[in-house]
């Protein structure tokens, strides 16, 4: 019986590849307005204008009557994190939020690097833009976009920018300095959220490219995991000419060759192109696949259909909403967290850095705008879009973090993007790979540049 399974996955396979071997695509470029009401007949308004993140003492004062009013629910005996965020440790994170957490400081190290507006198909999108303080003589610096995902923001790439602008003073070499852009998802943080529905991935990198050559950037490199990484994509299947390298820390590659070697890894791994490390850390493939993606995936699937719903009590509420954020930053940073009081959240993070990313949620009133991303992208059912059937074919880099929420294995990564020339198996790290391990993810992307340029 299994010979005969065995023959007919092979066959199967074999019809597969025969059918969607290599096709060299890019998606239509189109164009769009997401800003309310109709477009204006006018000319859009192309100027580039410097942004400063703002506080004031109303606002505070505001968040800190409504953490006052919090309705404390205490957790269940021993529960940990299974349950969620433990309400014991919510506690503290609080009281610190409260009397501690210094917003008006944190607004100032926000704007340690310069921020800027521009108006794009009717939404004003938000950025920092960072350029090295010194160059070699004779030397341009190599531009880098890096996109964020949910629940985190622009400020996750904080720590890695002067790894990445500054090398030289920071322990590195100076073979290779970048001038880096981040921009806010259009519905995160500083960035206008779309008026209109169907405002998706494909349509974000879009924005993301005009952006670049707003900026003046012909050809750029990309950097991105979770939303990231998926727009990074689509911006390399819009307008691969211009993109000079894509790397990533997450890729999205579920496919019926991935689906066939997950099936069959644990016995025929080696035959299928799965290293030792790989069967490591997919199996057992009840545990480390299934039983993981249920545990942490409850939230996409209301995201996906009535992000509205949920999203209305997060943004009325401080305490609920750094709760449902900051869980996210515990278990994807290692699923076993959730067996700690306080979920490993302070081994990996200070207080002050988680939130501040909640902040940039609170205070923009963004949660439900950034949860209607997932039902614009995934709301129609898995592998209905173009873009998700489509490979990329431009020299493409990969950081195999260990706790990733799905460890993805260089030969899944390959079958996506054919021009993949680097993976690395990171010694330590999970899911918010910048805001967690930036040397580790610096010296990744440095590594890449090397390799491509070698070639």
Not at 40 to 56: H, L
Request: glycine share 8%; net charge neutral; aromatic share 14%.
């Amino acid at each position: 019986m299994w010979l005969e399974i065995l023959l007919t996955s092979v066959l199967g396979f074999a019809i597969y590849w025969f059918i969607s071997r290599d096709k060299e695509e890019t998606l239509p470029l189109e164009d769009g307005w997401w800003g309310p009401g109709t477009r204006s007949a006018a000319r859009e308004d192309d100027s580039i204008r410097p942004f400063k993140v703002e506080t004031s003492d109303e606002e505070i004062h505001d968040l800190h009557q409504r953490i006052d009013k919090f309705r404390f629910t205490p957790p269940l005996e021993d529960s940990c994190f299974h349950y969620g965020f433990n309400s014991n440790y919510l506690k503290k994170v609080i009281s610190y939020w409260r009397n501690e957490f210094d917003w008006k400081k944190q607004v100032e190290i926000l704007n340690r690097y310069p921020h800027f507006k521009t108006k794009i198909e009717g939404l004003d999108i938000h950025f920092i833009h960072v350029k090295p303080p010194q160059l070699p003589a004779g030397r341009t610096p190599k531009p880098l976009l890096m996109v964020h995902g949910w629940p985190g923001s622009f400020y996750e790439f904080y720590k890695i920018i002067p790894l990445l602008t500054d090398p030289k003073n920071h322990g590195l070499s100076d073979e290779h300095v970048f001038e880096v852009i981040c921009p806010s998802i259009p519905g995160y943080g500083f960035s206008e959220a779309s008026s209109k529905k169907g405002f998706n991935s494909v349509a974000t990198a879009r924005i993301f490219y005009k952006l670049m050559l707003r900026l003046g950037f012909q050809e750029f490199y990309l950097q991105g995991g979770d939303w990231g990484s998926l727009i990074c994509t689509n911006m390399a299947q819009l307008v691969p000419s211009h993109v000079k390298g894509l790397h990533l820390n997450m890729a999205l590659v579920l496919s019926n060759f991935s689906t066939l070697t997950l099936l069959l890894g644990q016995r025929l791994g080696r035959f299928l192109g799965l290293t030792e490390r790989d069967v490591e850390l997919l199996y057992p493939v009840k545990e480390k696949v299934f039983y993981s993606l249920m545990r942490e995936s409850g939230y996409m699937h209301i995201q996906c259909t009535k992000p509205d719903t949920v999203g209305s009590a997060l943004n009325d509420s401080p305490v609920g909403l750094a709760a449902y954020i900051l869980e996210k930053f515990s278990t994807w940073t290692n699923t076993e967290f959730r067996y700690l009081e306080d979920g490993g959240l302070e081994r990996k993070f200070s207080l002050d850095d988680l939130l501040t990313n909640v902040m940039l949620y609170w205070t923009t009133g963004t949660i439900i705008s950034s949860q209607r991303f997932y039902k614009e992208n995934l709301g129609q059912g898995w592998m209905t879009q173009k873009h998700e059937r489509m490979k990329v074919y431009v020299p493409t880099g990969f950081s195999a973090f260990p706790f990733e929420l799905l460890h993805t294995p260089e030969k899944w990564v390959r079958f996506r993007y054919p021009k993949l020339i680097s993976y690395s198996y990171m010694v330590r790290g999970g899911h918010f790979a910048a805001f967690e391990e930036p040397e580790l993810l610096a010296q990744d992307i440095r590594k890449f540049l090397s390799v491509l340029e070698r070639q």
